[in-house]
């Protein structure tokens, strides 16, 4: 028996010996699909009306790996893909990113790849006319190894299968060239920059052009840069090799991929774009990227200051985001904090039974089901934006109902570039499935539930009566002081 154990093993070392001495699969480049995935990866296919899972084992993911002409690929917190354009290029997408497979493949057209957010790195075929479209440039590129770093300007904080609801926020794209060349064509002051290998831009959105006359052109200064010392950085020291590496569809269909790369975006990314500018570009950039949206830029020396001490300042510090997915009934409605002072509350609307959610880096998620939300987002203690929010699927339209209560809200189809304004009056946003399109519509009656619209936060509550009692204190403050203040008088006047 023991014999017959030692063989078994040994068959089993031999087997296991054997697949990991095996060499890498090479990459593909007759074919566009994804050659890699860790983590979660979703795709949309230009069939299905939204993004769907892609199995973790690629062996097993079917279709789904395989693209075409106007598929959406999208990675979430700690994840990653790499993937092969037919006869294009090769490319390593980081955490938090979405973009579009250009429509029409190979050397014998010019491509169009869209990116929405996220970090693409980029390896080209020597030859291709390729086009990379963000929401602040056009990239076009001569054979070239090249970086896209997009901060997104959009913050989602609710999502439905068909929506992104959230606010508009300071953007930019910042690309960095390795080797190569990259013409740039900013989207709206149409000027233009070229790069070549060493050099690093960024590309501006409005917001961020009017800190400073210099940006006007919607482009900061240009960078230089060690290219083999800047990719080790920002991707890892195996991914380096791709400098060696000619781009002949040879050489990268013998590639054997980018390995275990850095897919880590990192923090503060608006600030890194403007490293080496002066200190008062660096704060205004800096709180701008703190605060997550436009119109909160402290500028130095702009302190407010009561005469009878400060002022209010709600503490959210003891609050914490939701890191796990969850289910809700119809019963009851779930509070919870998405971070930057935004608060959510949810349930499975009236006979859904139930409707999942899942929180990621750019708010709340509706993964499935048909769902009540209502968010509310605080400037301290005050209502800085509240709006109600429904979804729910009728045949082949998938319906989002907002009432906007506060604020300035905006909307966007998931993967797409564009966004839009949400009116201020109830209105349903109707995706169409079959067509790929969504329009306004009048919201259908008791779209939104009345315990919607009655429901009160928690922490609304909260802050209210803890700044009711510091102001209470602070007027009783005022009283003494003004009373100290006439008694002076008096005495004066005495004498």
Same mark, same amino acid.
């Given at each position: 028996?023991?014999?017959?154990?030692?063989?078994?093993?040994?068959?089993?070392?031999?087997?296991?010996?054997?697949?990991?001495?095996?060499?890498?699969?090479?990459?593909?480049?007759?074919?566009?699909?994804?050659?890699?995935?860790?983590?979660?990866?979703?795709?949309?296919?230009?069939?299905?009306?939204?993004?769907?899972?892609?199995?973790?084992?690629?062996?097993?993911?079917?279709?789904?790996?395989?693209?075409?002409?106007?598929?959406?690929?999208?990675?979430?917190?700690?994840?990653?893909?790499?993937?092969?354009?037919?006869?294009?290029?090769?490319?390593?997408?980081?955490?938090?990113?979405?973009?579009?497979?250009?429509?029409?493949?190979?050397?014998?057209?010019?491509?169009?790849?869209?990116?929405?957010?996220?970090?693409?790195?980029?390896?080209?075929?020597?030859?291709?006319?390729?086009?990379?479209?963000?929401?602040?440039?056009?990239?076009?590129?001569?054979?070239?190894?090249?970086?896209?770093?997009?901060?997104?300007?959009?913050?989602?904080?609710?999502?439905?299968?068909?929506?992104?609801?959230?606010?508009?926020?300071? !953007?930019?794209? @910042?690309? +960095?060239?390795?080797? =190569?060349?990259?013409? $740039? %064509?900013?989207?709206?002051? /149409?000027?233009?920059?070229?790069?070549?290998?060493?050099?690093?831009?960024?590309?501006?959105?409005?917001?961020?052009?009017?800190?400073?006359?210099?940006?006007?052109?919607?482009?900061?200064?240009?960078?230089?840069?060690?290219?083999?010392?800047?990719?080790?950085?920002?991707?890892?020291?195996?991914?380096?090799?791709?400098?060696?590496?000619?781009?002949?569809?040879?050489?990268?269909?013998?590639?054997? !991929?980018?390995? @275990?790369? +850095?897919?880590?975006? =990192?923090?503060?990314? $608006? %600030?890194?774009?403007?490293? /080496?500018?002066?200190?008062?570009?660096?704060?205004?950039?800096?709180?701008?990227?703190?605060?997550?949206?436009?119109?909160?830029?402290?500028?130095?020396?702009?302190?407010?200051?009561?005469?009878?001490?400060?002022?209010?300042?709600?503490?959210?510090?003891?609050?914490?985001?939701?890191?796990?997915?969850?289910?809700?009934?119809?019963?009851?409605?779930?509070?919870?904090?998405?971070?930057?002072?935004?608060?959510?509350?949810?349930?499975?609307?009236?006979?859904?039974?139930?409707?999942?959610?899942?929180?990621?880096?750019?708010?709340?998620?509706?993964?499935?089901?048909?769902?009540?939300?209502?968010?509310?987002?605080?400037?301290?203690?005050?209502?800085?934006?509240?709006?109600?929010?429904?979804?729910?699927?009728?045949?082949?339209?998938?319906?989002?109902?907002?009432?906007?209560?506060?604020?300035?809200?905006?909307?966007?189809?998931?993967?797409?570039?564009?966004?839009?304004?949400?009116?201020?009056?109830?209105?349903?946003?109707?995706?169409?499935?079959?067509?790929?399109?969504?329009?306004?519509?009048?919201?259908?009656?008791?779209?939104?539930?009345?315990?919607?619209?009655?429901?009160?936060?928690?922490?609304?509550?909260?802050?209210?009566?803890?700044?009711?009692?510091?102001?209470?204190?602070?007027?009783?403050?005022?009283?003494?002081?003004?009373?100290?203040?006439?008694?002076?008088?008096?005495?004066?006047?005495?004498?």
């Amino acid at each position: 028996m023991k014999t017959r154990n030692k063989s078994v093993f040994i068959s089993i070392l031999v087997i296991v010996t054997l697949l990991f001495s095996l060499p890498a699969q090479a990459v593909d480049l007759s074919a566009t699909e994804i050659t890699d995935a860790k983590g979660r990866v979703e795709v949309k296919k230009t069939v299905d009306a939204v993004f769907k899972k892609l199995h973790s084992n690629l062996k097993l993911a079917g279709a789904m790996k395989r693209l075409d002409g106007g598929d959406k690929v999208r990675t979430y917190e700690k994840s990653a893909a790499e993937m092969a354009l037919k006869d294009t290029c090769i490319l390593g997408v980081k955490e938090q990113s979405i973009f579009e497979v250009p429509q029409v493949l190979g050397q014998e057209a010019v491509k169009q790849l869209s990116a929405q957010q996220g970090t693409i790195l980029f390896k080209v075929v020597t030859g291709s006319n390729f086009q990379v479209q963000t929401a602040d440039v056009i990239a076009g590129v001569k054979g070239t190894l090249f970086e896209l770093d997009i901060v997104d300007n959009f913050v989602s904080m609710i999502e439905t299968p068909a929506l992104q609801i959230g606010v508009v926020t300071a !953007g930019a794209t @910042n690309v +960095n060239v390795y080797k =190569g060349e990259v013409e $740039l %064509t900013h989207r709206g002051t /149409g000027q233009r920059r070229s790069l070549k290998a060493g050099e690093g831009i960024a590309a501006l959105s409005s917001p961020l052009m009017k800190i400073d006359q210099m940006f006007s052109s919607g482009f900061t200064p240009l960078r230089k840069f060690n290219p083999a010392n800047l990719l080790t950085q920002n991707f890892g020291s195996s991914v380096a090799n791709l400098l060696n590496l000619d781009a002949t569809i040879g050489n990268l269909s013998g590639f054997s !991929g980018l390995g @275990n790369f +850095n897919s880590s975006l =990192g923090a503060n990314r $608006l %600030t890194s774009i403007f490293s /080496g500018l002066d200190d008062r570009i660096q704060k205004a950039v800096g709180a701008l990227d703190k605060a997550g949206r436009v119109g909160e830029i402290i500028r130095e020396g702009m302190e407010v200051k009561e005469a009878f001490g400060p002022g209010y300042q709600a503490d959210f510090s003891n609050f914490h985001r939701e890191t796990r997915g969850f289910t809700v009934s119809e019963n009851r409605y779930k509070e919870l904090y998405l971070g930057e002072k935004v608060f959510a509350s949810c349930k499975a609307s009236t006979g859904s039974r139930l409707a999942k959610f899942e929180p990621i880096a750019e708010g709340l998620q509706l993964t499935e089901g048909n769902a009540m939300i209502r968010v509310h987002r605080f400037k301290n203690a005050d209502t800085d934006i509240e709006f109600l929010a429904s979804y729910y699927a009728s045949g082949k339209d998938l319906v989002t109902t907002i009432k906007v209560l506060k604020g300035e809200l905006y909307g966007r189809i998931p993967g797409n570039l564009e966004h839009f304004r949400v009116p201020d009056q109830e209105m349903a946003f109707v995706y169409n499935t079959e067509t790929g399109q969504g329009n306004w519509a009048k919201a259908a009656p008791g779209a939104i539930e009345s315990d919607l619209s009655s429901y009160q936060f928690n922490v609304a509550k909260r802050l209210s009566e803890e700044k009711a009692r510091h102001d209470k204190q602070s007027n009783e403050k005022k009283k003494e002081l003004g009373k100290k203040v006439l008694n002076k008088i008096k005495i004066k006047k005495f004498w």
